[in-house]
């Protein structure tokens, strides 16, 4: 199964505004920068996400976009099932589709169960339980950020935080 762009962007924008320290906001350009998208596809991803709740995004000067609790603890699973929904797997999903096939088909069946067995092996997958530093740090110091301390680390004489 191939997940749609809009949903593979989704996915990158959560895990990026993820390993974003605690209280840390990002702008849309930054987000862009980070998961390698165009600026406009991450705007309509960023919408579409903070609709959901799942992310947070504020106007302005000290505005920016973070991940909510809500967006942490979201199953892949659910995401998908909520972003792919209406995505076509055959062309008799879709609305103009036209299968001399179609009737009595069994095949749309069988898909739309592969599907659903997809999104399952996906339901206990967390957001959070995504994010790897040694994944994201890299990406966090290139838009000039610096990655979270690990729990428990004593960073004695470490720069603070670029912001």
Same mark, same amino acid.
Do not use: N, W
């Given at each position: 199964?191939? *997940?749609?762009?809009?949903?593979?962007?989704?996915?990158?924008? *959560?895990?990026?505004?993820?390993?974003?320290?605690?209280?840390?906001?990002?702008?849309?350009?930054a987000i862009a920068e980070g998961v390698g998208?165009?600026?406009?596809?991450?705007?309509?991803?960023?919408?579409?996400? #903070?609709?959901?709740?799942?992310?947070?995004? #504020?106007?302005?000067?000290?505005?920016?976009? #973070?991940?909510?609790?809500?967006?942490?603890?979201?199953?892949?699973?659910?995401?998908?099932?909520?972003?792919?929904?209406?995505?076509?797997?055959?062309?008799?999903?879709?609305?103009?589709?036209?299968?001399?096939?179609?009737?009595?088909?069994?095949?749309?069946?069988?898909?739309?169960?592969?599907?659903?067995?997809?999104?399952?092996?996906?339901?206990?997958?967390?957001?959070?339980?995504?994010?790897?530093?040694?994944?994201?740090?890299p990406v966090l110091v290139s838009i000039g950020?610096?990655?979270?301390?690990?729990?428990?680390?004593?960073?004695?004489?470490?720069?603070?935080?670029?912001?």
């Open positions: 199964m191939r *997940l749609t762009a809009f949903s593979d962007i989704a996915l990158r924008v *959560l895990l990026l505004t993820a390993a974003v320290p605690e209280g840390e906001k990002l702008t849309t350009r998208a165009p600026y406009h596809h991450v705007t309509k991803t960023v919408g579409r996400l #903070s609709g959901l709740g799942l992310l947070a995004s #504020s106007r302005g000067r000290t505005g920016g976009v #973070s991940i909510t609790p809500a967006g942490l603890d979201a199953t892949v699973g659910s995401l998908l099932r909520e972003l792919e929904a209406g995505s076509a797997m055959v062309e008799c999903e879709s609305a103009g589709g036209d299968c001399p096939l179609d009737r009595g088909c069994r095949l749309r069946r069988a898909l739309a169960d592969a599907r659903e067995a997809f999104y399952a092996a996906l339901d206990d997958v967390r957001v959070r339980d995504l994010v790897s530093e040694r994944q994201l740090g950020l610096r990655p979270p301390e690990p729990p428990g680390s004593t960073a004695v004489g470490a720069p603070p935080p670029i912001t």
